[in-house]
């Protein structure tokens, strides 16, 4: 099957700065995607997501942007703090053979916030 | 409300054992799905119930087998475990699992076999 990627396995950021973090997905199919956040000892916790006719959905400070041309979807986190030091996951949607949709997750990129 | 809550949270298991874990979603969610959360494989799907109904399967071998009972509760079983079978093993409860329905996800089960 398709996968969903990421291209930085480890981010690190000073507290304060804005966060980055990208996503690179295959399927040109997949109509909705969303963001997770998990942190040590816990399980994956939604922060954002997005429809495929959609640019870009700001939340509570973040943004996530789609873009269909080159299959790349990034999380932008503004003014982070040490709260956001978690492991970040993009994920598509697919619909499934059952008729429900189901999520693919990526490999998760780790945030560092450095007091 | 009460979240998802997964039971045990950590187990250990010897090679060719089998073992059951648990899953009460929240009140009201339909939609169980399992995952298996691995540091080489990350996260993947297993299976997805709705009303008692295996709707979605993943790629895993048929040691792998589940259930939801009429309370939406569910259990995930492995029979015959291997040593990678090790993981955290994640179940998720939506309303009714359709594309825009937000997941929630328990804490998971760490398995360890030995």
């Known amino acids: 099957g398709e996968s969903v990627g990421l291209h930085l396995p480890t981010l690190s950021v000073q507290e304060g700065d804005n966060s980055i973090i990208n996503c690179a997905y295959s399927n040109s199919a997949s109509d909705y995607f969303i963001w997770y956040k998990q942190e040590s000892g816990k399980g994956p916790q939604f922060i954002i997501d997005i429809r495929s006719n959609m640019d870009k959905r700001q939340g509570q400070r973040v943004t996530v942007l789609l873009n269909k041309t080159v299959k790349h979807l990034s999380l932008q986190i503004a003014a982070t703090q040490p709260g956001d030091s978690a492991v970040y996951f993009c994920a598509e949607k697919e619909r499934g053979s059952g008729g429900s949709y189901i999520p693919t997750f990526g490999r998760g990129t780790s945030l560092i916030v450095h007091p | 409300k009460a979240g998802v809550t997964q039971t045990p949270r950590y187990l250990i298991k010897t090679r060719g054992q089998q073992v059951t874990l648990s899953c009460s979603p929240i009140s009201g969610h339909r939609s169980v799905s399992w995952y298996q959360q691995t540091p080489g494989q990350g996260l993947q799907f297993l299976f997805e119930?709705?009303?008692?109904?295996?709707?979605n399967k993943g790629n895993f071998p048929g040691r792998f087998s589940g259930r939801q009972f009429s309370n939406s509760r569910s259990e995930m079983n492995v029979s015959t475990l291997e040593l990678g079978d090790s993981a955290l093993y994640l179940c998720?409860?939506?309303?009714?699992?359709?594309?825009?329905?937000?997941?929630?996800f328990g804490q998971g089960t760490r398995l360890t076999v030995v």
């Open positions: 119930y709705f009303s008692e109904t295996q709707r």
């Open positions: 998720a409860s939506s309303l009714q699992g359709t594309m825009n329905t937000e997941a929630f």
